[in-house]
């Protein structure tokens, strides 16, 4: 199976809520991050989270993590048009022989006026 | 503007062509990363550059072949590619490779494969 997942398309009407979800595996991840990729851009940090926190607030963004069910979810309150992106939840991982970025496949959000 | 350029944006070429991709920062960073993305997949790590020295290859095939010539420059050789390999290509760059870092990305290179 896939070390990160998440579901592929979300779409949700402007003004409402929209909650994007991930899994990992590697339970000695330090650091979660959540990349936006705007179309014909490449990724950028939208928030991360550390791996001892259960919720992170920012303006708009809240972050849950549940260390346990290792799952990690990403809220956008009051979402625009300018949130339609695709969003991409990563881990820094230990695995063989150094830190890596395990990024998942990324959710296509939709935001719909 | 991320600090980190890529060139070309787009790139058309036959499967006999050679090319090559390239990726400059302009943020002191000593890590520096080529990642593919292609639809409904994970991004995929390909290379990875630890000032100038590849500290990581996620079995990627010969026919794509990395050079860091220094900590500012990554570069991507290709040949003999395959139309599966049409994908956007990503280069990165963080400060090293410490616990905690965040990556810069490019805007990628859109690359096809006749």
């Known amino acids: 199976g896939e070390d990160v997942e998440q579901s592929l398309f979300l779409s949700v009407r402007e003004g409402d809520s929209s909650v994007i979800n991930c899994t990992y595996t590697d339970s000695s991840s330090t650091y979660l991050y959540w990349y936006k990729q705007e179309p014909g851009a490449g990724l950028q940090l939208l928030t991360y989270?550390?791996?001892?926190?259960d919720m992170k607030q920012d303006q708009r963004l809240t972050v849950l993590l549940n260390k346990k069910d290792k799952h990690l979810s990403l809220r956008i309150a009051d979402t625009q048009t300018g949130d339609s992106a695709i969003y991409f939840c990563?881990?820094?991982?230990?695995?063989?022989?150094?830190?890596?970025?395990?990024f998942g496949t990324g959710t296509s959000l939709t935001v719909i006026p | 503007e991320t600090g980190v350029t890529q060139t070309p944006r787009h790139l058309v070429m036959g499967m006999t062509n050679k090319k090559s991709l390239k990726c400059e920062q302009h943020?002191?960073?000593?890590?520096m990363y080529w990642y593919k993305q292609s639809a409904k997949k994970p991004l995929e790590l390909m290379f990875v550059y630890n000032f100038k020295e590849q500290t990581e290859n996620n079995s990627v095939p010969s026919r794509f072949s990395p050079e860091c010539p220094n900590s500012s420059h990554l570069f991507l050789h290709l040949h003999t590619l395959q139309p599966e390999d049409s994908a956007l290509y990503l280069c990165?760059?963080?400060?090293?490779?410490?616990?905690?870092?965040?990556?810069?990305f490019g805007a990628g290179t859109r690359l096809s494969v006749l």
């Open positions: 990165a760059s963080s400060q090293d490779l410490g616990s905690f870092d965040i990556q810069y």
């Open positions: 989270i550390f791996s001892n926190m």
């Open positions: 990563a881990e820094r991982g230990r695995r063989n022989t150094g830190n890596q970025f395990y």
């Open positions: 943020l002191g960073h000593n890590a």
